[in-house]
């Protein structure tokens, strides 16, 4: 993972998303099993957008955020 520029990540947006799949079990155990089976991070924005209907972390950032670093929450997914 690159050294970044908020909390060691790109952005406050990419920190905010992995810092919830990391800590909400729910989100974790679906971002695991995501990664397990070959996934990325935009797979598992499109689960949480399109078959939950969860469009953002409780804090108000977008699953599909532009400014998200889809390279580092891969990395944050295969961490898992």
Known sequence: MTMGTFNGWA???T???ALWIGNEESLNVL???I???GGNYQDLAEVLV???G???TPDGISFTDPALDHEELNDCLSDL
């Open 54 to 56: 969860k469009k953002e």
């Open 11 to 13: 952005n406050h947006q």
């Open 50 to 52: 399109h078959t939950f």
């Open 15 to 17: 920190w905010n998303v």
């Open 31 to 33: 971002a695991r099993r």
């Open 35 to 37: 990664s397990s089976g």
